[in-house]
């Protein structure tokens, strides 16, 4: 008898570790999504459903969706860079992307996301900026917070953070810390390389 509970009581274990963990209650606040990776038509990829096309920004003077930019790009997928004009971390982690991307040629394009006001600088700053730590990368703001709101695994987190973007609007997020240090395979893998 205390055999077979024995056995009972592992059968039971095993069967319990092969479900996902219980939700934790986040209150009312929605969590952000996670990198994943799913399981699409038999094949193993890295992109699912992130919601990019209720991810709005602000290009010029309209809103846009990241799902609409990544679907007018000539790339396969586009990764967007959360970056501020003088945050110094990004000064850094710019360069760095802007090399791991460039071997992936016309396949990757990238944008750089400022999440602040608009106003906050001149088109010229984002410019500078953009040329000089983001390989001449176009960019949009996200001038609500709403995008980076959505996406950030810490309330205080503005910058490092990427999206990747396919055409068809699957994407990643990358949110952990030191993000940048895992485009390069994030892309890869997205790429199927």
Known sequence: MLIKLAMHASLISMLVSCQPPAAKDSGNRPQPPTN????????????????ASSLMVLQGSGMVSLASIAAKSTADLTVFQFAGVTCESCKTEGPYVASVLSKYGSKVSRMVIFPNKASEYTAAEYSTFTRTYAASAPYVIDDSLAVIKKVRSKTTQYFGVYILVAKDGKGQILNQDEAYKGVEAAVAKALNQ
């Open 36 to 51: 994943t990776t799913t399981q699409q038509n038999n094949q193993t990829s890295s992109l699912a459903d992130i919601g």
